[in-house]
């Protein structure tokens, strides 16, 4: 503080400058990382539902998960190969907009269904001592380390599950313990089961020299393993393990000949069994021919295609050699199909055809 006197004339003015400093401080909330809820029930995190391995579990009411309930029969969580996160947010934020505050693991033995909770407690963005503030679980397998982060699970099929958005009061020292867990079960697409919604497609019908191409796509829990047998024998390199847990994998065959004709079959499995799928039996057939040329007395003539069934060809024509003309398109349904030519052949001294299949 400074004073300073002013001696203006008669008038005397005493002046005081009080100067102080105001400091601005905001300290978070603290929260622990563990598995209780209200009232210190534990609520340990399941997996899939084994009669259902679809179900969607969503969290638990707020009481927490009674040991034994039998709408939950899925296995416990155990180990590095699942991540839980605590996301946190002042009151009233939506469960998409919430900010990831600590990262965790299971237990393992006796331990399996809680986490192992990070070192110290942690923090939430934007909420006060005291106050209270929005959570959620969220859990998933992580495939080996492969899926990191949330975004990078949700394109994937793996095992997922995420609790209620709930509220708690933050704790006002390092000691606070979070209570309000929601037991849940994770939304598991193909746990326990073997791969399922096998889809395959190929070209049963090709012409030699053309490229034939099987393909195969499954939904399972990775790692998926497709294999191709031709003839009952896997074929050798054609194996490929997926660990997205929805994939496709494609065989295929260049400059086919007539050796490559037969029964092709693929096997798709993964560690909860797997099932070997007929494809189709391939058949090779030669290039076009046209043959069979007949004229009648009125000077119209017919053609006779053969080749592979249900192809359409591309139909040449030439009066003057080498420039060739499209002509016309055929469909061959049967393997042998009649061209009538109905414009008769006096329009030039000679004509030629060939014939050219389709893709």
Same mark, same amino acid.
């Given at each position: 503080?400074?004073?300073?006197?002013l001696?203006?004339?008669?008038?005397?003015?005493?002046?005081?400058?009080i100067?102080?400093?105001?400091?601005?401080?905001?300290?978070?909330?603290?929260?622990?990382?563990?598995?209780?809820?209200?009232?210190?029930?534990?609520a340990?995190?399941?997996?899939?539902?084994?009669?259902?391995?679809?179900?969607?579990?969503t969290?638990?009411?707020p009481?927490?998960?009674?040991?034994?309930?039998?709408?939950?029969?899925?296995?416990?969580?155990?180990?590095?190969?699942?991540?839980?996160?605590?996301?946190?947010?002042?009151?009233?934020?939506?469960?998409?907009?919430?900010?990831?505050?600590a990262?965790?693991?299971?237990?393992?033995?006796?331990?399996?269904?809680?986490?192992?909770?990070?070192?110290?407690?942690?923090?939430?963005?934007?909420?006060?001592?005291?106050?209270q503030?929005?959570f959620?679980?969220?859990v998933?397998?992580?495939?080996?380390?492969?899926?990191?982060?949330?975004?990078?699970?949700?394109?994937?099929?793996?095992?997922r599950?995420?609790?209620?958005v709930?509220?708690?009061?933050?704790g006002?020292?390092?000691?606070?313990?979070?209570?309000?867990?929601?037991?849940?079960?994770?939304t598991?697409?193909?746990c326990?089961?073997?791969?399922?919604?096998?889809?395959?497609?190929?070209?049963?019908?090709?012409?030699?020299?053309?490229?034939v191409?099987?393909?195969?796509?499954?939904? /399972?829990?990775?790692?998926v393993?497709? *294999?191709?047998? &031709? #003839? %009952?024998? !896997?074929? =050798?390199?054609a194996?490929?393990?997926? @660990?997205?847990?929805?994939?496709?994998?494609?065989?295929?065959?260049?400059?086919?000949?007539?050796?490559h004709? /037969?029964?092709?079959?693929?096997?798709? *499995?993964?560690? &909860? #069994? %797997?099932? !070997?799928? =007929?494809?189709?039996?391939?058949?090779? @057939?030669?290039?076009?021919?046209l043959?069979?040329?007949?004229?009648?007395?009125?000077g119209?003539?017919?053609?006779?295609?053969t080749?592979?069934?249900?192809?359409?060809y591309?139909?040449e024509?030439?009066?003057?050699?080498?420039?060739?003309q499209?002509h016309?398109?055929?469909?061959?349904?049967?393997?042998?199909?009649?061209?009538?030519?109905?414009n008769?052949?006096?329009?030039?001294?000679?004509r030629?055809y060939?014939?050219?299949?389709?893709?």
């Open positions: 503080m400074k004073a300073t006197a001696l203006p004339g008669r008038f005397s003015l005493l002046l005081f400058i100067s102080h400093t105001v400091t601005h401080a905001w300290a978070q909330g603290y929260v622990r990382f563990n598995n209780q809820v209200v009232g210190q029930v534990v340990p995190v399941y997996g899939a539902d084994l009669g259902n391995p679809t179900v969607v579990r969290g638990n009411t009481a927490g998960f009674p040991p034994g309930a039998s709408s939950y029969d899925g296995p416990l969580l155990a180990g590095s190969g699942y991540t839980a996160q605590l996301w946190a947010g002042p009151v009233g934020t939506p469960a998409n907009s919430l900010t990831l505050v990262t965790t693991i299971f237990r393992t033995g006796s331990g399996a269904g809680f986490v192992v909770e990070p070192t110290g407690p942690v923090t939430v963005p934007g909420v006060a001592p005291g106050g503030a929005a959620q679980v969220r998933w397998k992580n495939q080996n380390d492969a899926l990191q982060t949330w975004n990078q699970m949700a394109g994937s099929l793996t095992p599950g995420a609790s209620d709930f509220v708690e009061t933050l006002t020292s390092a000691a606070t313990v979070l209570r309000g867990w929601r037991s849940f079960n994770i598991c697409l193909s326990g089961s073997r791969p399922f919604n096998i889809t395959v497609s190929g070209m049963g019908d090709v012409v030699q020299g053309e490229t191409r099987f393909n195969v796509q499954a939904f /399972g829990e990775p790692p393993t497709y *294999s191709w047998f &031709y #003839g %009952g024998n !896997l074929i =050798p390199g194996t490929n393990t997926s @660990f997205s847990g929805q994939d496709s994998f494609s065989y295929s065959i260049t400059n086919v000949q007539a050796s004709a /037969g029964v092709y079959e693929v096997g798709v *499995s993964n560690n &909860y #069994g %797997g099932f !070997l799928v =007929p494809i189709v039996s391939l058949r090779v @057939f030669p290039p076009p021919s043959e069979s040329p007949t004229v009648t007395p009125q119209n003539f017919s053609l006779v295609l080749g592979a069934p249900n192809r359409r591309a139909i024509l030439a009066t003057n050699l080498p420039v060739w499209a016309r398109t055929v469909t061959n349904v049967t393997g042998r199909v009649e061209m009538a030519e109905t008769g052949v006096t329009d030039a001294p000679w030629f060939r014939a050219r299949v389709l893709p």
